[in-house]
């Protein structure tokens, strides 16, 4: 069975203050894995797709990697607007089974 | 381009009722699904929805079902509410055969007492 576990669950920073989000997973076959940004009370935004091993995608402030085993939503020079929570998502491949989901962490930058 | 959007946003039904949602999906999608999430968890896929079909469902029980429209629309139907029911339903469009990236709408929050 598939699963993904995202740590920590609640990070609290300062300001400026970079840091890193994880993701482990375990999968039979993977198709892709998804990074989402929450807000409370709305639908999840799609951040990032990475495919395989080794390969890295940035966006402003953020940048995520994956390994065989764990992917990382790295976060430099956080600002306040980037308080949220982060899901980490699976395909596994089955085409139409659906994106497996983490807990997600909730983020909280301060300012 | 015009996004998902779902309705009602916010709703309160009782123990044993039946419930119905509704999603429009983004322009050029061809795909739905509906994701369930409780509060504090990550999303669960309920099912999805291809050319008026269901072609793919999560471990939920009959009592979940759902229709896709030929313009893309979705419903999503709840009979026989129970409290754990409670929750936001999302739902989210894509393009099949294309990368799965999915497109999310607000999501509807049930409330059954």
């Known amino acids: 069975e598939d699963q993904v576990t995202q740590s920590p669950e609640a990070l609290r920073l300062q300001e400026g203050e970079s840091s890193s989000l994880n993701c482990s997973y375990t999968?039979?076959?993977?198709?892709?894995l998804f990074w989402y940004r929450q807000d409370p009370g709305k639908g999840p935004e799609f951040l990032f797709t990475?495919?395989?091993a080794g390969e890295e995608k940035e966006k402003e402030r953020l940048k995520a990697t994956l390994t065989k085993k764990e992917s990382f939503l790295h976060i430099t020079a956080p600002k306040p607007e980037d308080s949220a929570t982060y899901l980490c998502?699976?395909?596994?491949?089955?085409?139409?089974?659906?994106?497996?989901f983490g807990k997600g962490t909730h983020l909280i930058i301060q300012p | 381009e015009t996004g998902v959007t779902q309705s009602p946003t916010h709703l309160i039904k009782t123990r044993g009722q039946q419930v119905t949602l509704r999603c429009s999906s983004q322009?050029?999608?061809?795909?739905v699904s509906w994701y369930q999430q409780a509060l504090g968890q990550g999303p669960q896929f309920i099912f999805q929805?291809?050319?008026?079909?269901?072609?793919g469902r999560g471990n939920f029980p009959p009592r979940f079902s759902g229709l896709q429209f030929p313009n893309y629309s979705s419903e999503l139907n709840v009979n026989a509410l129970e409290l754990d029911d409670s929750a936001l339903y999302l739902c989210?469009?894509?393009?099949?055969?294309?990368?799965?990236?999915?497109?999310f709408g607000e999501g509807s929050r049930l409330t059954v007492l």
């Open positions: 989210a469009s894509s393009l099949a055969g294309g990368a799965r990236e999915l497109f």
């Open positions: 999968v039979s076959g993977l198709r892709g």
């Open positions: 990475l495919y395989s």
């Open positions: 998502a699976l395909d596994s491949g089955g085409g139409a089974d659906g994106l497996t």
């Open positions: 322009s050029g999608h061809n795909t």
């Open positions: 929805y291809y050319r008026e079909e269901e072609n």
